[in-house]
């Protein structure tokens, strides 16, 4: 079963402005991660959050996480073009740090 | 530097007909392995991941299995295809261990289409 679910499914915005994601999960965990995938090819890790951490930045990235309320959020300011694509949250359960499941995705499209 | 080497990247298959897939890892050793599938504009289900050479857990009940042969190499199999097992399958890797905040590394996938 899917770990993480992110809302919206999909976003439209004008290229400069700032795109945010949620992703919701149901178990306690070891870090989130946020994945991009650009449309057929393999999943780009962007950033990682441990469970001891509330924000995370990487550049244009921005990622917060609430373990009391179990979300995160991927805030990706000044978007570009080239920022188009389809994002991922994906978890590592506490109870097996084996495992990593991802979410449905939020598809992103940055209008130029 | 890793490498994630997956083939092919795109397979059409007639219905009933055998599969094996299969993806191999360069660069480190010991990794945790994964095969997830993705249908058309949907989300990865995790199918099967391996710790170790010849373990594999199966998430989830379906028409196909994995085998890990070999530290690097890990084969997505079935031996009767069906339609719904069209998609897009995707191998990963991760370190393991103490280390267990680390981020997965993917392949570039392969596209099934099972006619």
């Known amino acids: 079963s899917q770990q993480g679910e992110e809302d919206p499914q999909a976003l439209s915005i004008q290229e400069g402005e700032n795109a945010t994601m949620?992703?919701?999960y149901k178990t306690s965990i070891n870090n989130l991660q946020w994945y991009r995938q650009n449309s057929g090819r393999g999943l780009v890790h962007?950033?990682?959050i441990r469970s001891n951490e509330r924000e995370k930045h990487s550049g244009r990235l921005r990622v917060t996480l609430d373990t009391s309320k179990k979300s995160s959020?991927?805030?990706i300011t000044a978007s570009r073009a080239a920022d188009t694509a389809s994002y991922f949250c994906a978890t590592v359960?506490?109870?097996?740090?084996?495992?990593?499941s991802f979410g449905a995705g939020t598809t992103v499209t940055v209008r130029a | 530097?890793?490498?994630?080497h997956q083939w092919p990247a795109t397979l059409v298959q007639p219905v009933g007909s055998p599969l094996s897939l299969e993806c191999t890892v360069e660069g480190t050793s010991n990794p945790n392995l994964y095969w997830y599938r993705q249908?058309?504009?949907?989300g990865l289900q995790l199918l099967f991941y391996s710790v170790g050479i010849g373990q594999i857990?199966?998430?989830?009940p379906q028409n196909l299995s994995a085998s890990r042969p070999q530290d690097r190499q890990f084969i997505l199999s079935s031996k009767k295809l069906l339609l719904s097992d069209s998609g897009f399958?995707?191998?990963?890797?991760?370190l393991k261990g103490s280390r267990v905040n680390t981020e997965a590394f993917f392949g570039q996938g392969t596209r099934l289409t099972v006619v």
């Open chain 2, 89 to 94: 399958y995707l191998c990963a890797w991760r």
């Open chain 2, 39 to 42: 249908a058309a504009g949907r």
């Open chain 1, 93 to 100: 359960p506490s109870s097996n740090d084996y495992k990593l």
């Open chain 2, 57 to 60: 857990s199966s998430e989830v």
């Open chain 2, 1 to 4: 530097s890793q490498t994630i």
């Open chain 1, 22 to 24: 949620n992703c919701s």
């Open chain 1, 46 to 48: 962007l950033i990682l």
């Open chain 1, 73 to 75: 959020s991927l805030l």
